[in-house]
């Protein structure tokens, strides 16, 4: 009668529940569980590697376009990288505006309310983000894009021409923005309200107005939630597919030019786009960029939880 | 007299300028946040408004019922809410037992040991992986043991589930952790094995949070259109067998109708319109009602 091996339990659970059959069985499905999700994640890298291989191995004159792989894949990985760029550099400042808004300034009795909003805009399907941005979006940009074009058009990105229908890298990455922008303001909502109440309130003691309390406790404070938030908001525009496949009207050409018709594509709308009509080497060809976008985002994120991490230590 | 408060120089001097201009700047800052706010806001309604009166007019009795009819157009999308309901219901029946099981290790078994901290990590990893990459893991899986053409409802399955498991385990490890330690000890004090108290106290305990997680989860991959695109195909037709044949969901079916619409284009604008305002229905009461059981049946901890 003596119980079942005790190394390493704590006391309290040596002593409490006694290991059973039944206790053998369930505790083995829980740790089968775990690894079968780690085994998930391994085999997602795997596979894609073992369906890339015949791509990586082939001449270019196989590959669609003609191109080499590496050829074929930079162009798309500088329009993912620019769209979510793009994407990024306006959500942020709105997020860490929303996030503010909800925490320190609303009143409270409204705050759930204004969070579920917020929340809504997460929950909305990409492909409708999709719609919306080239039906309602795309054709009320137009005008401005012809703004940019004239008043700003000696800049890079305004050169123009602008499209006529609104399907450009501008709108693109203004959708994505809305679409991370609940991340973004999520994870920096989260950190604004811990701020140590110590800290603000002796900030208002000290005669401080309500912005120079934020400006002077709550953004320091917040400072890394910002930088983390913005990171998973931008592994998330980087993978995003829909929105990306509807709107913009692609050519595959390099270019800064954020308002015209020619526009570089993302790896992730071009798989949605050519996937379906593809066979043979053209589709280890698209898992090969959809290795490469795996591995970007992978990036991103592992900096992202490193960061989210460390403050969690301080 | 409560104007004339004086500022201590030391705080008055950082803060740049006078009473009266650090008063303003906090006005105008606080209008800047405001104004962010209520224009982040503005694409959620516009977005809502277009979807609502778009989608309302395509949305009647043919839509729900019927079925694509060639290369005319027209007819509905059954096949695609049926396949809705298939790929979700399959996902979930892969995703939930995976999911809380896994968070059932991470808060009841794991301790500090090292497999915990690795799954936790991956975890957070896996939240991140783009829905396309999903759908093209599941496709190199399926492909490399049935050969490249197939397609099939299991493999869009297998794709969502890579998306949804991730977020089971956060929010079932989120419940379970607050379930209080006292029911536990409790429970170990009337001789009762471990396994038993997880399953008679802790799960019933949290068991209104679990259901609402699922929910909020169901609600994340109902809508997915991408992983679906590379796994399941576009098809016209009624399929009910996730293990034969090609399946479609409606988010997918929106894409193709706007994508390839029939001779009468406005048509199937209509209805791709209408298969997003369904989404957008299915996602929103999901939401509403996983709040509504959560703040209903969940059990007061004190």
Redo the contacts between chains.
């Keep these: 009668m003596e119980p079942a091996d005790a190394t390493g339990v704590s006391p309290l659970a040596a002593a409490g529940p006694r290991r059973r059959f039944g206790d053998r069985v369930f505790s083995n499905l829980a740790v089968a569980a775990g690894v079968t999700i780690l085994g998930l994640l391994g085999g997602v890298a795997l596979f894609l590697l073992i369906e890339s291989l015949p791509a990586v191995g082939a001449s270019p004159a196989q590959l669609p376009g003609g191109k080499s792989l590496v050829d074929y894949i930079a162009p798309l990985a500088f329009g993912t990288v620019l769209a979510a760029t793009i994407a990024v550099l306006i959500a942020v400042p709105l997020a860490v505006a929303v996030a503010l808004f909800i925490s320190h300034i609303a009143p409270r009795r409204v705050v759930l309310v204004l969070g579920f909003l917020v929340d809504l805009l997460a929950a909305i399907p990409s492909i409708v983000y999709g719609l919306w941005g080239i039906f309602v979006l795309g054709p009320a940009a137009v005008p401005v894009l012809e703004w940019l074009e004239q008043k700003l058009g000696f800049i890079v990105f305004f050169k123009g021409p602008a499209s006529a229908t609104g399907r450009t890298m501008l709108v693109a990455s203004l959708v994505l923005a809305v679409m991370i922008l609940p991340i973004v303001s999520a994870v920096c909502r989260e950190v604004f309200s811990q701020t140590p109440r110590k800290l603000q309130e002796g900030a208002l003691a000290l005669g401080a107005t309500r912005w120079e309390m934020i400006r002077m406790t709550v953004l320091p404070f917040g400072k890394s939630s910002i930088i983390s938030g913005s990171m998973l908001g931008l592994g998330r525009a980087l993978g995003e597919t829909m929105a990306v496949t509807i709107i913009l009207s692609v050519s595959g050409i390099v270019t800064f030019n954020l308002i015209s018709q020619a526009n570089p594509s993302t790896i992730a709308a071009n798989i949605a786009l050519d996937f379906p009509e593809s066979s043979g080497l053209a589709v280890n060809t698209l898992i090969a960029s959809g290795l490469v976008l795996f591995a970007i985002t992978l990036v991103t994120n592992l900096a992202a939880r490193a960061i989210i991490s460390r403050q969690n230590i301080q | 007299m409560q104007t004339s408060?004086d500022?201590?120089p030391l705080?008055?001097a950082p803060?740049g300028g006078s009473l009266w201009r650090?008063?303003l700047?906090?006005r105008v800052?606080?209008g800047?946040?405001?104004l962010?706010?209520v224009?982040?806001?503005i694409?959620?309604f516009?977005?809502l408004y277009?979807?609502v009166s778009?989608g309302l007019p395509g949305l009647d009795w043919e839509f729900l019922t019927g079925t694509p009819r060639g290369v005319v157009g027209g007819g509905g999308a059954a096949h695609a809410i049926v396949g809705t309901v298939v790929i979700t219901a399959v996902t979930s029946i892969i995703s939930v037992?995976?999911?809380i099981?896994?968070a059932?290790?991470?808060t009841?078994?794991?301790?500090k040991g090292r497999?915990?901290r690795?799954?936790t990590?991956?975890?957070?990893?896996?939240t991140?992986?783009?829905?396309?990459?999903?759908g093209?893991?599941a496709?190199?899986?399926f492909?490399?043991f049935l050969g490249?053409?197939i397609r099939l409802g299991l493999m869009g399955s297998v794709a969502l589930s890579?998306l949804m498991?991730?977020i089971v385990?956060r929010s079932s490890e989120e419940v379970l952790k607050i379930v209080p330690n006292h029911l536990r000890?409790a429970s170990?004090?009337l001789?009762?094995?471990?396994?038993?108290?997880?399953?008679k106290v802790v799960l019933p305990t949290a068991f209104a949070g679990l259901v609402t997680g699922v929910m909020i989860a169901v609600?994340?991959i109902?809508?997915?259109?991408?992983p679906l695109?590379?796994t399941t195909?576009?098809v016209d037709s009624i399929n009910t067998n996730p293990f034969q044949g090609r399946m479609q969901n409606l988010?997918v079916y929106?894409?193709s109708e706007?994508r390839t619409p029939g001779v009468m284009k406005q048509a199937s604008?209509d209805r791709?319109?209408a298969a997003?305002l369904t989404?957008?229905a299915i996602?929103?009461i999901l939401?509403l009602v996983a709040r509504l059981v959560y703040r209903r049946y969940r059990t007061e901890i004190r």
């Design positions: 408060v500022i201590p705080l008055a803060a650090r008063k700047v906090n800052m606080t800047l946040v405001v962010a706010f224009l982040a806001l694409p959620l516009s977005l277009q979807v778009r037992p995976i999911g099981m896994a059932i290790y991470l009841e078994y794991g301790g497999l915990r690795w799954l990590f991956f975890v957070d990893v896996m991140g992986i783009p829905s396309i990459v999903a093209l893991f496709f190199a899986l492909a490399i490249p053409g890579v498991i991730p385990i000890e170990y004090a001789g009762t094995p471990k396994w038993r108290t997880i399953v609600a994340r109902v809508g997915e259109t991408a695109l590379v195909g576009i988010a929106a894409y706007y604008y791709a319109w997003a989404l957008i996602v929103m939401n």
